[in-house]
Every structure is written in C-alpha cells, then in structure tokens.
C-alpha cells in the first residue's frame, strides 16, 4: 500500500488509497526493524522518518526535528467496515481500517534484494511498502506450504488470531530501544554532484509517520503488527485451521 490519499468528497481526513482500502484485499503497511549484534530480531517501530542533514562544516545536524520522508501506514477508506474487522479495530469508524499487518520495508535501512537486468544479476537496496508487501506475500506462501492446503483469503483468518501472540506489536516507542530518540544514520558516500567529494550523511529519525501512531493493539500505522517465528509454527501445527 502507498501512504497517497483519494479523496472522499464530504470529509477532509486522509483516507487510504485503493487497492489497499478495498476489504477483499491483505494490506501491507511499513515498519523499521532493528536487529541485535547477533542479527536477530531487537525492535519495530512504524515507518515514518524525518531527515536532517549534516551541515557542510560537519558540526550540526539540520534541520531539526527532520523534514518527514516518507511514512508506510494507512487509515480509513471508502468501504464499509468488513466483519473481519468488526470488535477488533478500536476506532470505529464504520469503514475499512488499513493496514492489516506490517513488514520491515523502511527506505532509511533498505532490504537487500537480487534482479536480474539486462543479463546482470545486481543486489539493490530496495524499500517502501513495495518491499514490505512482497515480503509478506513470501510470508504466507510458507504459511501455505505449511499447512499442505491452499489458505485462499488471509484477512479473515489474521484477524481472528489477533489475540493468539502471532504479531510483534508494533509501537511508535518500543520498550526495548530504551528511552533516547530513535535515529540512524546513513552514509551516502562521496558527494558527485560537486568538486568537494565529501562524505555525505543523513540523519533518520524514526517513529514518525505523518499524522498517524503505532499504539498497542491495532493501529492505523502497522495494523495488527508484523509476524513473529511463531506464526509459522502455528500453521505447521494446525494446518492453518482454528479449532
């Protein structure tokens, strides 16, 4: 899904694009993860950066707080509520809420992906919810495999183990990253557009998608959160049926 708004006439608040919005779609939102030293998992918070810059004396981030960048999660559309959604998504709006889960898909800590382009394998940076989204569509393939039957459609499905601890619930300030401003920053190599060729670094600080919250529980920013090992686990011993 895109963070793009189409417009409803009759309101002024920002409502989620289709085809994301549309109820008989699984709408992917975006989060920035964070590993550990040993690589395993660490954190998620929503993706939503604001960037500053290091000033050309080097001394000074700006500006601050961050110009926003680019945020993955969702809001309200134009359809009514599904009943999948109906007891679980805390504002009632009377419409489909979007996202439905989220995966790492922030540009600022881009996933590594192989393509093929004119012959030439390249690995690239790639971010966005265009990562994020393929990402969990890789997700429930396994979930298929797993369960040895064709799962058809997931929304359903997600939304009644929304309690079952399957998801990483995902907070604009996660407990684990401790209590300082969340922030990267990216070395972007030598400057080509100019003479100098100095470093150029950029200064990310995340957790702050535009006008919308990663909360505990379902949020309009990371939906019902981003899949733990255990949801595999769960499908390879139940076949993907609730009992």
């Not at 050309?56 to 134009?78: L, N, Q």
């Not at 070395?187 to 557009?193: A, V």
Request: glycine residues 14%; charged residues 20%.
């Amino acid at each position: 899904m895109s963070g793009r708004c189409q417009l409803r006439h009759k309101t002024t608040r920002a409502q989620a694009d289709f085809p994301s919005g549309s109820p008989w779609v699984t709408s992917v939102g975006g989060t920035t993860l964070a590993l550990d030293r040993r690589g395993d998992y660490a954190w998620e918070t929503s993706m939503g950066d604001e960037l500053s810059i290091l000033t050309e004396k080097g001394k000074a981030w700006g500006p601050v707080p961050g110009v926003f960048t680019f945020g993955g999660g969702g809001g309200t559309s134009d359809f009514p509520q599904p009943w999948y959604q109906r007891g679980l998504v805390p504002e009632d709006t009377g419409h489909r809420a979007t996202p439905d889960v989220a995966l790492e898909g922030d540009g600022a800590l881009p996933v590594l992906i192989g393509l093929t382009d004119s012959g030439a394998f390249h690995l690239v940076g790639f971010g966005g919810t265009s990562a994020a989204a393929p990402a969990f569509a890789a997700i429930q393939a396994d979930a298929q495999q797993a369960s040895g039957h064709r799962l058809g459609f997931a929304n359903p499905l997600l939304y009644a183990l929304a309690h079952a601890h399957l998801f990483h619930d995902v907070t604009d300030r996660p407990a684990a990253a401790g209590p300082r401003p969340l922030t990267v920053v990216r070395d972007e190599g030598p400057d080509t557009d100019t003479s100098t060729g100095e470093q150029r670094y950029l200064l990310y600080t995340l957790g702050h998608d535009f006008g919308l919250h990663a909360r505990p529980g379902y949020d309009d920013a990371t939906g019902l959160g981003s899949p733990t090992p255990g949801y595999l686990r769960w499908f390879r011993r139940t076949k993907g049926t609730l009992k």
